[in-house]
């Protein structure tokens, strides 16, 4: 019997050779070490990884293009103990129930650009073929060091004007997002549980009514919902609401995750709420 951590590894491993192979191999030149310096990523580091992804249960890694900015490539994978192994794999005595594994790569604006929606979409498709998601998303994202101070009252001048932007934080949500779910992108993909309690990809396809919506079954567990042929930022000022956003995001509000009432003085709790309910309220 396959050890669970080498099948999820393994999976992991399959889409970031898939995401290297589509930005370029020798793209991702540099990765962050457990310390946070940058080193370059050479032929043992690469080596490393696989093993890591292979063998160990925290397995995790921070890859990035020459230029280290938010405009760039970027691979990151934060790696979590399952099933059996929770509390065995947790030396630090989180006791995290909803700690997950999550995955997450950037892709610039110039790529949509230059290869168009299409392609985009196929090469989602592709990452997310081996793996055994339960929820995942593609779209236009704020990327940047939300952390640094100033950066969210940047993001917070343009967020809510334009709703379909997301603001990943993807440290935090290995640790809580669980089985939920957040809210929509332009291709939303869903998997066990949530999946199975809507009834599946046909129950589903039948709750949703917009016409450029597409239900894609995947397999018999999961599925992808695309919300029109491109991504799609919207602009409320300019009467662009996005509603098949806010559709498919009434029929996932029960799994909806919600976020803590974390403090900053940039983005307040009050602020956080507001954004994550932006398709519903």
């Given amino acids: 019997m396959r050890h669970p951590h080498r099948d999820i590894g393994w999976a992991v491993a399959r889409s970031l050779d898939v995401y290297a192979e589509a930005i370029g191999r020798g793209s991702l030149s540099w990765l962050s070490d457990a310390e946070g310096y940058a080193r370059p990523l050479d032929e043992a580091e690469w080596t490393r990884i696989q093993r890591e992804l292979s063998e160990g249960i925290w397995a995790s890694f921070d890859l990035f293009d020459e230029s280290g900015g938010a405009d760039g490539f970027h691979a990151r994978y934060r790696g979590r103990p399952v099933g059996d192994l929770v509390h065995l794999g947790d030396p630090f ?162 799994w909806l995750y919600p976020w803590p009432d974390l403090h900053s003085p940039d983005f307040s709790a009050e602020d956080r709420r507001r954004w994550e309910r932006r398709f519903l309220d």
């Fill in 93 to 254: 005595g989180t006791g995290e129930p909803h700690a997950a594994c999550a995955l997450e790569f950037w892709l610039p604006t110039e790529f949509l650009e230059a290869q168009g929606p299409e392609r985009l979409r196929e090469l989602a498709l592709a990452l997310a073929g081996p793996l055994p998601f339960g929820f995942g998303q593609v779209g236009f994202a704020f990327n940047g060091w939300t952390d640094v101070p100033g950066v969210m009252e940047k993001v917070r001048a343009l967020c809510f004007r334009y709703p379909g932007m997301d603001i990943p934080d993807m440290s935090w949500l290995a640790w809580k997002l669980g089985d939920r779910v957040r809210g929509p992108s332009w291709m939303t993909f869903l998997g066990p549980p949530v999946l199975g309690e809507l009834g599946g990809a046909e129950a589903l396809r039948a709750r949703l009514s917009s016409p450029d919506t597409t239900v894609q079954a995947l397999d018999a567990g999961r599925a992808v919902v695309t919300l029109g042929p491109a991504p799609d930022a919207g602009d409320l000022e300019q009467g662009n609401l996005l509603p098949a956003y806010r559709e498919l995001a009434r029929v996932l509000e029960p």
